[in-house]
């Protein structure tokens, strides 16, 4: 009786736990991601009274302090008061910093300190489903404080005017979409952080620019040249301009570059977040 020997690889199946594809550095991550989301869900559903209060409250003290405190000496083009002119930004801005804290932050404590990464990497979840798992929930988060967001917005309407369409609810995929795009660069700068003090420069570097610049709080049509440019290069901008139009129903074929942008943007903020986390995960 003779024994036979196997190679792997020799019956030309894939491995049950995937091969990294060359040209992309990373591996296919599969549905496991989804364990990965749904254990976040469950952290922040136990802690959800204090998780959605600032997110509820923040854009709205925002939007009634500066529409209609400042809003006295700002005068805008048309019939629109400062402050309608503020909403539909503050569907995107402040949940906008939900996706952020939850890819930068949230990452690099399950990462660094609470050994969350360390300990998922001991089940057959591999490196690249765990960080896409964190990317779709720090997204996710993004999408949740819009819907907050929008809940206040429809309580205040009958008195000042904030929604004018129906379509206003196309704000929670366009959250959703803007927050992917966030969030994979966001964890691909936590890989590279060692230090949570660190994070801070990537709140000056990219954050606060681009909170600025995302068309929010002033027109950005008669910016400096430079300024427009970079505007567009944040996919906040693409993601305020088209809650905007959703809110107002003033739609029209410029608003295609937006979609375009968030589209065009997202395997690739993907892929960066993923590569680089996944690089952090196996080298320590």
């Not at 302090?65 to 002119?85: I, K, M, N, P, T």
């Amino acid at each position: 009786m003779t024994a036979t020997t196997t190679t792997p690889g020799a019956t030309g199946k894939r491995p049950p736990a995937g091969g990294v594809v060359p040209w992309l550095g990373i591996a296919i991550p599969g549905r496991q991601f989804i364990a990965v989301w749904q254990r976040d869900r469950d952290v922040f559903f136990r802690l959800w009274k204090a998780e959605v209060l600032a997110p509820t409250i923040e854009p709205i003290v925002t939007l009634l302090g500066l529409g209609l405190g400042l809003g006295a000496y700002v005068e805008l083009g048309g019939d629109r008061d400062y402050v309608e002119f503020l909403a539909p930004g503050m569907l995107m801005v402040f949940p906008m910093f939900g996706a952020m804290f939850e890819a930068l932050f949230g990452s690099y404590f399950r990462m660094d300190q609470h050994g969350t990464y360390a300990a998922i990497q001991a089940t057959p979840v591999r490196p690249e489903e765990i960080v896409l798992g964190d990317i779709a929930w720090a997204a996710s988060r993004m999408a949740l404080n819009t819907c907050l967001v929008l809940l206040m917005l429809l309580v205040l309407t009958p008195w000042l005017g904030f929604i004018d369409s129906p379509l206003v609810i196309l704000t929670i995929p366009v959250s959703l979409l803007c927050g992917l795009l966030i969030s994979g660069v966001s964890i691909a700068f936590t890989s590279v952080a060692r230090s949570i003090s660190q994070l801070s420069y990537f709140f000056s570097i990219y954050v606060l620019p681009m909170f600025w610049l995302s068309g929010a709080f002033f027109p950005t049509d008669d910016l400096p040249k430079w300024a427009d440019i970079a505007a567009n290069l944040f996919p906040l901008f693409h993601a305020v301009a088209l809650s905007r139009a959703l809110t107002t129903g003033d739609l029209e074929w410029g608003l295609l570059w937006h979609v375009g942008f968030l589209f065009a943007g997202l395997l690739p903020s993907l892929w960066l977040g993923i590569w680089a986390m996944r690089r952090r995960i196996i080298r320590g």
